[in-house]
Nanobody
Framework: QVQLVESGGGLVQAGGSLRLSCAAS????????AGWFRQAPGKEREFVAS????????NTAGSVKGRFTISRDNTKNTVYLQMNSLKAEGTAVYYC????????????????????WGQGTQVTVSS
């Protein structure tokens, strides 16, 4: 079993930056694909970015491409989401997720591919 804990959310002005972290415990993440999703009030959860277990493959939603970057440090069992040039529509609860299947070489945008989820961290972007 893997426990994921997100941190780094908060209130930021439009145009600002935040770095989210997702720390795993209970099992190493080093062989698991990982992703970030978000859910705004009244909307469905949507894909933000994902990365293969090795970090060799990334996948980023078009709405955040060029502004958000996913990365990972397998020595720290942690996945990050660097968010730059934040917009008001980026206000949401951000969730990290990890695959239960080891060695997956692709970075899926499908939430059904991820077995483990954190509780989420709130990001509020003021305009």
């Amino acid at each position: 079993q893997v426990q994921l804990v997100e941190s780094g959310g908060g209130l930021v002005q439009a145009g600002g930056s935040l770095r989210l972290s997702c720390a795993a415990s209970g099992r190493t993440l080093s062989r698991s694909a990982a992703g970030w999703f978000r859910q705004a009030p009244g909307k469905e959860r949507e894909f933000v970015a994902s990365m293969s277990w090795s970090g060799g493959t990334t996948n980023t939603a078009g709405s955040v491409k060029g502004r958000f970057t996913i990365s990972r440090d397998n020595t720290k069992n942690t996945v990050y989401l660097q968010m730059n040039s934040l917009k008001a529509e980026g206000t949401a609860v951000y969730y990290c997720a990890a695959s239960a299947i080891s060695g997956r070489g692709f970075a899926s945008s499908n939430p059904l591919e991820y077995a483990y989820w954190g509780q989420g961290t709130q990001v509020t972007v003021s305009s």
